[in-house]
């Protein structure tokens, strides 16, 4: 059979270019790259042989082969895992399958684009360099040092081997080849400048270094034939060994490993339990967002396995979705080995694991929010919006979610508790409040909480769309009622003043009663377009703003809602346009509105506006802006012809 020629995937090509042209300073993780390929093939294959005992064709003894050939200038990681066929080839080596590689390198070929040059061959791109050394690469990476690189590699259970050959520069070959048994060799033709790679002692210190985690042996082939071998690493499974022998270097790398992660761990979770069920966690929470966080195809990240055997790592049951940052690996005592995958799902011993997972996550993250706030901080912004979908999923964990959650508020610089909200609520103050939209400056600014301003009561700012969705479901925290500081009745009149004083509220009420007049011509006016026109407690500065009935749907719920769905949605439901009494263009209206028969066309075009200009401060458009601005026109008319 010919050769057969292959293009990279056009977002290979864009990845093989930022990698050529990097300065990254860390060019030795390519073989940490290999090594944790060759490592993850093997686990891949000891699982499928759990059921196909022929695909090990006697050959049970795992383990990855390092080798240097000095004369030809190269490198090969050898391992006898479950190799590629054809497919697997084009599939996996000449496209990005990941989606957060794909999101990756979108981002990357954003940033080149803007700045109008390669920020890869700049000294100074530093941003770009960490953000390739906290993702990698993988595969490609090996480009890096090599200027061909070939894969010599046979599949569990085939005959034919097949050899597939790079230069990185746009294009693969697929040959027919020979190979002695299963299993797959990567050979690099290291670049002139990169022969110390070629050097058994520089090997060593780099497995050491990065992989000593793996759990099988990784051995370097000496001069001599087998007598020259050594093994580098430990060679067994990192969570089996004792906590006080493991360094913090090697549980982050570790996690690299495990998670197909670049950063460092912000927090690691190593434990054993023992009883009815027993089992070993070795967890994580990255201290970046990863990038597929939101991917509406990202997979479950944890790896199950079972007596040390890697059984999957898309176990939807282990790990609940709104804990889906989570990465690493459980290792269980008590699950049959020979269950297929899908079978795990329901199972009920996994269901225990999970919510044993659940409880410890969430203790761990209790103490360091009481012990370590700032570094919680962290956590908190990048996967707090996460962790709140827990409060509609999973009710039974509501209370302990609501204890981790933290909010940006109206009084506040950073983040706050609901807790520590609670302990500042004013004398009378029965209930939370809060307000939400998309922009924290935005909606801290809003009309709805000019009373709240002027009587010094906390709001909380809801700035996740997630927000929207458990507010409804939640309803309390420790008996105190969330409440929307955008809807009517907002009892804000019940929160005692900052000066107490009976003469304002009389006042108050004859100003409420001097607008009327006004109010019911409005009401009239303005028919179907909203629910109601009353008088506001809450402005102290705007002349009206809309508020959302008890009862209706928030309306930037039903906004984003109205986004999902098609066209043909009918309008949004109608608020509730409060009017401001104290305000001085209301008072003059009112005036207007005393004297007139109902027919007065200023009064109509100026309900007509202000419902405008309120939904303008919402964030929405006008309605009808032909007619908005011939209205506009008219009342800047009259106002000149005094
Ligand atoms: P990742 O390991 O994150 O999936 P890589 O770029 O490192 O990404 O590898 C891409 C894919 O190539 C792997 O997912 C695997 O399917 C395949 N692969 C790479 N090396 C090997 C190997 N030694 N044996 C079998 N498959 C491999
Ligand atoms: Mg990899």
Not at 253 to 274: G, Q, R
Not at 392 to 408: D, H, Q
Request: overall charge negative; proline content about 3%.
């Amino acid at each position: 059979m010919a050769q057969e020629k292959f293009t990279f995937q056009a977002e290979v090509s864009k990845l093989l270019d930022i990698v050529a042209h990097s300065l990254y300073s860390h060019k030795e993780i390519f073989l940490r790259e290999l090594i944790s390929n060759a490592s993850d093939a093997c686990d891949r294959l000891r699982y499928a042989a759990l059921t196909d005992a022929a695909l090990t064709g006697g050959d049970a003894d795992f383990k990855i082969t390092l080798s240097v050939d000095k004369k030809a200038n190269t490198l090969t990681v050898t391992d006898n895992g479950d190799g590629m066929n054809r497919d697997d080839l084009t599939e996996v080596l000449g496209t990005i399958a990941r989606s957060g590689t794909q999101a990756f390198v979108d981002q990357m070929a954003a940033s080149t684009k803007d700045t109008g040059k390669k920020k890869g061959k700049d000294a100074k791109g530093g941003d770009d360099m960490a953000l390739i050394g906290q993702f990698g690469v993988g595969f490609y990476s090996t480009f890096m040092v090599a200027d061909k690189v070939e894969v010599l590699t046979r599949k569990a259970g085939d005959k034919k081997a097949w050899q597939w050959s790079s230069d990185g520069k746009g294009e693969f070959t697929i040959d027919e080849a020979e190979r002695d048994a299963r299993g797959t060799d990567v050979i690099l033709y290291l670049d002139k400048k990169e022969k110390e790679y070629l050097d058994p002692a520089r090997i060593e210190h780099i497995v050491k270094q990065h992989s000593d985690h793996i759990g099988i042996p990784i051995i370097l082939k000496g001069d001599g034939g087998e007598d020259g071998d050594k093994t580098l690493n430990t060679a067994s499974a990192l969570w089996t060994r004792p906590k006080k022998d493991i360094t913090s270097e090697q549980y982050t790398e570790f996690y690299h490993h495990a998670a197909h992660a670049f950063d460092d761990p912000w927090m690691t979770l190593h434990n054993s339990v023992e009883g009815v069920l027993s089992y070993t966690n070795l967890l994580f929470i990255p201290s970046t967002q990863p990038f597929d966080l939101f991917h509406p195809d990202r997979k479950a990240q944890v790896k199950l396995y079972v007596k040390r055997v890697f059984i999957t790592d898309d176990c939807e049951g282990l790990m609940p979705p709104y804990l889906r940052f989570m990465r690493g690996i459980v290792d269980s005592e008590d699950l049959p080995l020979n269950i297929s995958r899908e079978m795990f799902q329901h199972n009920p011993q996994l269901t225990k694991i999970r919510s044993g997972l659940s409880k410890r996550i969430m203790g761990e993250l209790k103490k360091k929010a009481n012990k370590k706030p700032e570094e919680y901080a962290d956590f908190w912004n990048n996967f707090g919006a996460v962790l709140k979908e827990g409060l509609y999923e999973e009710p039974e964990n509501r209370e302990k979610i609501l204890g981790l959650a933290r909010f940006k508020s109206t009084t506040q610089d950073g983040w706050t508790s609901l807790e520590d909200y609670a302990s500042r609520m004013k004398d009378g103050q029965e209930v939370i409040y809060y307000i939400s939209g998309e922009d924290a400056d935005a909606i801290a600014a809003s009309p709805h909480l000019e009373g709240f301003k002027a009587k010094g009561v906390e709001v909380l700012l809801m700035t996740d769309p997630v927000d929207d969705f458990w507010l409804p479901s939640v309803g309390e925290f420790e008996g105190k009622a969330f409440k929307s500081a955008a809807r009517v009745g907002a009892d804000l009149d019940k929160v005692e003043d900052v000066d107490k004083d009976k003469k304002k509220d009389a006042k108050k009420d004859k100003a409420g009663k001097a607008i009327e007049p006004l109010l019911a011509q409005f009401k009239v006016v303005l028919g179907e377009a909203v629910k109601d026109v009353c008088a506001s407690e809450r402005l102290t500065e705007s002349p009206v703003c809309l508020v959302t009935s008890e009862g209706d749907m928030d309306a930037r719920l039903e906004k984003m809602l109205k986004q999902n769905r098609q066209a043909g949605m009918p309008d949004l439901t109608p608020r509730v346009l409060e009017v401001n009494p104290g305000h001085a263009l209301i008072k003059r209206l009112a005036k207007r509105a005393k004297a007139s028969d109902g027919k007065d066309s200023l009064i109509a075009d100026a309900a007509h506006l202000l419902l405008d200009q309120a939904r303008i401060i919402e964030g929405e458009t006008v309605v009808d802006p032909k007619a908005f601005s011939r209205r506009l026109s008219a009342v800047m008319e009259s106002g000149l012809k005094v």
